[in-house]
């Protein structure tokens, strides 16, 4: 199945080779948003980014599906 992932800010970084942060992957059927960042090899701060699905806030365990579309975006400090 595919998987479109979107990298925001400070994850674009770590994929310089994605396109305007944009990212397609080949995961397993019944992989999870977990899975998926191990095969990325992405480390993030849970505390400090939103896990997105299709427009939902999600946690590690959601299961994807074909054709979803993962949101990475890290927490922007201010003051």
Known sequence: MKIAII???????????????????????????????????????????LLVVNGRNVDLNHILLDGDQVHLIPAISGG
């Open 7 to 49: 990298l925001h800010t400070t994850f674009q970084r770590q994929f310089p080779k994605a396109k305007d942060g944009k990212l397609t992957l080949e995961l397993l059927p019944g992989s999870t948003l977990e899975d998926m960042l191990r095969r990325l090899h992405i480390k993030l701060d849970l505390q400090n980014t």
